[in-house]
């Protein structure tokens, strides 16, 4: 008998309607050698772990996961627009022969302040969370070869 300050064991019962769950938690238990019951226990409890909603700290064990597959998932973005960028660079610079007029200063300085807002309107574009449509790009800053065909 139990004593009275010892607590009962909860007891449930459980009817399986699907043949197939019952044979793998007796495969289950078998095969870790415990009891049916302990078995099912264990069972249920993987289960209840999945669903966020069972258990407050399991939200925040499902949040550190996600976090950490969005952070890892996120790196490997960024590799391969690394990737990209250098392999665009390798090939822009391969086509692009370097000529006397490159250590210009006046040419530098334009080519500066031509990066400066290239760099300006993609943050301000990344700050307002859209893009600019082809109209808009070619209004706000006309292209030298359209400008030498005039």
Do not use: C, W
């Amino acid at each position: 008998m139990a004593r009275a300050d010892e607590k009962p064991t909860p007891r449930v019962q459980v009817y399986f309607e699907n043949p197939k769950t019952e044979l793998a938690l007796r495969r289950e238990a078998r095969a870790n050698r415990m009891t049916l019951s302990r078995a099912a226990e264990q069972a249920i409890s993987r289960g209840l772990q999945r669903r966020p909603a069972a258990d407050p700290e399991d939200r925040l064990l499902a949040l550190d996961r996600a976090l950490r597959d969005h952070m890892r998932a996120t790196a490997r973005d960024m590799t391969i627009v690394q990737e990209l960028l250098v392999e665009f660079a390798r090939a822009f610079f391969a086509r692009l022969p370097d000529t006397a007029a490159d250590q210009d200063p006046l040419l530098r300085a334009a080519v500066e302040a031509r990066i400066g807002r290239l760099l300006d309107a993609a943050a301000a574009r990344i700050v307002a969370g859209g893009t600019r449509t082809t109209d808009e790009a070619t209004a706000a800053e006309p292209r030298s070869f359209s400008t030498a065909a005039e």
